[in-house]
């Protein structure tokens, strides 16, 4: 059912920021990595055909930072010949990871009318824009934080469960559609986000107005 659901679960990069490949290209021209070579690299960590996948491990905090990006620069290949830097890796990769402003201001304006917000990331132990969190969401859940990740369901109904709701009771926002899948099992609305207009468009359907919560139990 539309204008039923009463609280808002979104991603962070590609949803709150541009677009996740724009981001990752940008740091590995800035830092002179061989693109083709960064993705051929990747894929098996990101295809899931690699064992104790070690971004996996990353994501839910059980490996440092520290240790990641130095097995990853170690992987990567500079398109100047000489070895590709490790320390600081991970904040550089995500320096191009701008606010999209547009987007906090629909989740701002979900949450003034009424709504719970969370936030729902998965981190490479990377830093994130906390200045505009408190003013955004309700509760802010980083998979390194709790030891979980998507698409895991248990970090989706600990996000529900931070909000005080039923899955059934949340939209939840991701660029990514398996993310989006595992949500949707559980009984979420799902939104697979392609730009900020289309995703407040769908939004505003799902989202419960003042009088219907109102008439909704405790």
């Not at 529900?160 to 979420?188: K, Q, W, Y």
């Not at 900020?196 to 405790?218: D, I, N």
């Amino acid at each position: 059912m539309t204008g039923t659901r009463r609280g808002v679960i979104s991603d962070w990069g590609g949803v709150l920021t541009p677009p996740l490949p724009d981001g990752i290209q940008a740091w590995l021209r800035a830092d002179r990595i061989d693109i083709d070579h960064y993705y051929e690299v990747m894929r098996p960590y990101f295809d899931g055909s690699v064992p104790d996948n070690p971004v996996h491990a990353l994501e839910r905090g059980e490996i440092d930072t520290r240790e990641f990006e130095r097995d990853l620069a170690a992987l990567l290949r500079s398109t100047h010949g000489g070895p590709v830097r490790a320390e600081g890796l991970i904040e550089r990769m995500f320096s191009n990871f701008d606010p999209v402003h547009d987007m906090y201001e629909t989740l701002r304006h979900a949450r003034g009318s009424g709504h719970g917000t969370a936030l729902l990331s998965n981190s490479w132990g990377n830093g994130y824009p906390r200045e505009h969190f408190a003013a955004t969401f309700d509760t802010v859940v980083i998979s390194g934080e709790v030891g979980m990740r998507k698409p895991e369901e248990r970090i989706y109904l600990h996000t529900c469960r931070s909000l005080g709701l039923e899955p059934e009771e949340c939209v939840f926002i991701d660029d990514l559609a398996h993310n989006i899948e595992t949500a949707e099992s559980l009984g979420m609305t799902g939104i697979l986000h392609a730009d900020v207009e289309s995703t407040r468009r769908e939004l505003s359907r799902f989202l419960a107005s003042e009088g219907e919560r109102e008439r909704q139990p405790a």
